[in-house]
């Protein structure tokens, strides 16, 4: 008796709950199931905010848009980007009731990167085209960006939390890619249904191809980084299968293309190539490229392979097909819509998020291809440097490569200091090399694709970026006591 006369409020509370609950169930309401879940997912962020944090990574491979369910018109991956905004205003508080980010955090050149990308997001949403597009933009980079970048570096100084997050990001994925395969299985592994037997989990083929490169890169570091016992070997050996087969069967030529890249990036760290011979190298390339152009459009001109064939080989060269192939020819007439866009408004752009509602216009009829619309209601730019060109301008697209040169020289810088102060080190070494190289294989892809304003590539980047930051500032504080 004394026992319920102390906790008289919680049992009415209790009741009342499952009373409404009942209520609304009859009536075919289901929303109510969920608040349990989320007053623990709630109790979890606010006492053990790390552990929220690292099941946020686990469950973003896993998480599901609703566009899904709502034909397009609610977009909200769950439970990532609640849980996020929650941790946004978790964090926000925190800091403002006592500061707990230090002076070396927002004076590194990530963070100040970042800040400068998010003023230009805030400036071209007064501007833009279609301001409450864009301001819902800007508002989910902020839960994508603070609680990432904030959480993480204050859990990423420690380096088993390194570990925890590439653990729990290749878990999620190797089971989406188990998952994937026994679906497409059902259809011989045919490529037409390539693209979309990864729902409801990815939107397409080529997010998901994408995600699976990184992961592919991360279950090498975790494999390498120390000496595991037999066990662990054995499950790293079998995730590294499963992820490339994931991988192969994806027929995502972006995401097969950037292994490529990400190993000509590893010989460069390995082998020490300075910085002045690639940038040599580079305007040597795009001079003969430039100067060469008629006669390499001529030979393109010549590649008739489509894509749509399964074959590695034959699925390789098609990446070079301008002249047949539906889905190269729709990339070059989205990018020239956007070049046209930046032509139109290149100061501020369109407004961020907002190419998709705008670039119907600005398509050249003669790029128009059999996949093409005239409404405009086929998605982004297919490229995170292009689609920010035409959303925010010259200085949005800056804002962009500047994030992107700042996250690489943090990160090749770290594994010079680590040689160079630390050298015994060599598992932080291989971690962040890891991370390094799926980075690459990110923003190489970005070249074809932009997915971060999806939870799948924005937690794995913003995450990469704050274990750098973290790491940077223990480095910064080991080289002073040497």
Same mark, same amino acid.
């Given at each position: 008796?004394?026992?319920?006369?102390?906790? =008289?409020l919680l049992i009415s509370i209790a009741l009342l709950f499952m009373g409404v609950n009942a209520y609304l169930v009859f009536n075919?309401?289901?929303?109510?199931?969920?608040?349990?879940?989320?007053?623990?997912?709630?109790?979890?962020?606010?006492?053990?905010?790390?552990?929220?944090?690292?099941?946020?990574?686990?469950?973003?491979?896993? =998480?599901?848009?609703?566009?899904?369910?709502?034909?397009?018109?609610?977009?909200?991956?769950?439970p990532t980007e609640p849980i996020l905004f929650g941790l946004m205003l978790w964090i926000i508080l925190k800091e403002l009731k006592?500061?707990?980010?230090?002076?070396?955090? %927002?004076?590194?050149?990530?963070?100040?990167?970042?800040?400068?990308?998010?003023? *230009?997001? #805030?400036?071209?949403?007064?501007?833009?085209?279609?301001?409450?597009?864009?301001?819902?933009?800007?508002?989910?980079?902020? %839960?994508?960006?603070?609680?990432?970048?904030?959480?993480?570096?204050?859990?990423?100084?420690?380096?088993?939390?390194?570990?925890?997050?590439?653990?729990?990001?290749?878990?999620?994925?190797?089971?989406?890619?188990?998952?994937?395969?026994?679906?497409? *299985?059902?259809?011989?592994?045919?490529?037409?249904?390539?693209?979309?037997?990864?729902?409801?989990?990815?939107?397409?083929?080529?997010?998901?191809?994408?995600?699976?490169?990184?992961?592919?890169?991360?279950?090498?570091?975790?494999?390498?980084?120390?000496?595991?016992?037999?066990?662990?070997?054995?499950?790293?050996?079998?995730? #590294?299968?499963?992820?490339?087969?994931?991988?192969?069967? =994806?027929?995502?030529?972006?995401?097969?293309?950037?292994?490529?890249?990400?190993?000509?990036?590893?010989?460069?760290?390995?082998?020490?190539?300075?910085?002045?011979?690639?940038?040599?190298?580079?305007?040597?390339?795009?001079?003969?490229?430039?100067?060469? %152009?008629?006669?390499?459009?001529?030979?393109?001109?010549?590649?008739?392979?489509?894509?749509?064939?399964?074959? #590695?080989?034959?699925?390789?060269?098609?990446?070079?097909?301008?002249?047949?192939?539906?889905?190269?020819?729709?990339?070059?007439?989205? *990018?020239?819509?956007? *070049?046209?866009?930046?032509?139109?408004?290149?100061?501020?752009?369109?407004?961020?998020?907002?190419?998709? #509602?705008?670039?119907?216009?600005?398509?050249?009829?003669?790029?128009?291809?059999?996949?093409?619309?005239?409404?405009?209601?086929?998605?982004?730019?297919?490229?995170?440097?292009?689609?920010?060109?035409?959303?925010?301008?010259?200085i949005g697209m800056l804002s962009v490569l500047v994030f992107v040169a700042a996250l690489f020289y943090s990160g090749i810088m770290?594994?010079?200091?680590?040689?160079?102060?630390?050298?015994?080190?060599?598992?932080?070494?291989?971690?962040?090399?890891?991370?390094?190289?799926?980075?690459?294989?990110?923003?190489?892809?970005?070249?074809?694709?932009?997915?971060?304003?999806?939870?799948?590539?924005?937690?794995?980047?913003?995450?990469?970026?704050?274990?750098?930051?973290?790491?940077?500032?223990?480095?910064?504080?080991?080289?002073?006591?040497?």
């Open positions: 008796m004394k026992f319920i006369k102390n906790n =008289s075919d309401n289901y929303f109510l199931n969920a608040l349990p879940l989320v007053l623990v997912i709630a109790y979890i962020a606010i006492f053990h905010t790390s552990s929220a944090f690292l099941l946020t990574v686990f469950l973003t491979p896993l =998480s599901v848009n609703l566009e899904e369910f709502t034909d397009g018109k609610f977009g909200l991956y769950l006592s500061p707990i980010m230090n002076k070396e955090f %927002w004076s590194h050149p990530i963070t100040l990167s970042i800040g400068f990308y998010l003023l *230009w997001v #805030f400036m071209t949403s007064i501007t833009s085209a279609q301001p409450l597009v864009s301001f819902k933009f800007l508002l989910m980079k902020l %839960w994508f960006i603070i609680p990432i970048l904030m959480i993480g570096f204050n859990i990423f100084k420690n380096k088993s939390n390194i570990v925890k997050f590439l653990w729990c990001y290749t878990a999620g994925m190797t089971i989406v890619i188990v998952y994937t395969i026994i679906h497409h *299985w059902g259809f011989n592994f045919r490529e037409k249904e390539s693209h979309w037997v990864m729902s409801p989990f990815f939107k397409d083929h080529t997010i998901y191809g994408a995600s699976v490169a990184m992961s592919i890169v991360f279950v090498l570091g975790l494999y390498f980084y120390k000496k595991h016992s037999l066990q662990a070997k054995v499950l790293l050996v079998i995730m #590294f299968i499963i992820t490339l087969l994931g991988l192969y069967f =994806s027929y995502t030529r972006g995401a097969w293309l950037s292994i490529v890249f990400a190993i000509s990036v590893w010989a460069f760290i390995k082998y020490k190539v300075k910085f002045k011979y690639l940038l040599s190298i580079g305007i040597i390339v795009l001079s003969v490229i430039l100067f060469s %152009w008629s006669k390499i459009e001529m030979e393109l001109a010549k590649n008739k392979q489509e894509h749509t064939t399964t074959n #590695f080989d034959e699925r390789l060269q098609s990446a070079a097909n301008i002249t047949s192939d539906a889905s190269n020819l729709e990339r070059l007439n989205r *990018w020239s819509a956007a *070049w046209n866009m930046f032509k139109e408004r290149p100061v501020f752009g369109f407004g961020p998020a907002t190419y998709a #509602f705008e670039y119907a216009p600005y398509q050249d009829p003669g790029k128009l291809t059999v996949i093409s619309t005239n409404f405009g209601n086929q998605g982004n730019a297919h490229s995170e440097y292009l689609g920010a060109l035409a959303e925010m301008g010259l770290l594994l010079i200091n680590i040689k160079r102060y630390t050298p015994e080190d060599t598992e932080l070494y291989i971690l962040l090399l890891c991370i390094i190289l799926a980075m690459s294989t990110y923003f190489f892809h970005g070249l074809l694709n932009n997915y971060l304003d999806t939870d799948k590539a924005s937690i794995p980047v913003y995450g990469a970026a704050a274990v750098f930051i973290a790491q940077g500032v223990m480095m910064r504080r080991r080289k002073s006591t040497l």
